[in-house]
């Protein structure tokens, strides 16, 4: 009888330990379409300015050649989105060819 509980037990956390680990994944398309959803981070706003964002990477003379919202390691938009949300705008999404101070490589 106590292996019947035992495996049952095992099944059960399993189970519950998979289930858990799946919840991350599964709410990556509610992320991205949620994203979607933002409005653009404006030229005029504050973490903007400070970050020095721009809408269109080429048109700063800071970033260097090839940098841009779309790969970087912060951009949360789905691969060949035009936009996507960024953790350093929260509430507010990036074009995927804007660039930032504060772009770092994805890996």
């Known amino acids: 009888m ?3 509980i035992d495996e049952s037990r095992r099944r ?3 189970t519950v330990t998979l289930g858990l680990t799946l919840v991350p994944v599964a709410t990556i398309p509610l992320r991205i379409a949620l994203a979607a959803d933002l409005p653009l981070v404006a030229s005029d706003d504050p973490t903007a300015k400070a970050l020095k964002y ?4 080429s048109k700063s003379g800071d970033a260097k050649p090839g940098t841009k919202c779309a790969n970087c390691a912060f951009y949360q938009g789905a691969a060949g989105s035009a936009q996507g949300g960024c953790p350093l705008f929260p509430g507010k999404a990036v074009k ?3 660039w930032c101070s504060s772009w770092n490589a994805k890996t």
């Open 54 to 57: 721009v809408s269109d990477a």
């Open 12 to 14: 059960l956390l399993k």
């Open 2 to 4: 106590r292996g019947a």
């Open 96 to 98: 995927a060819a804007g």
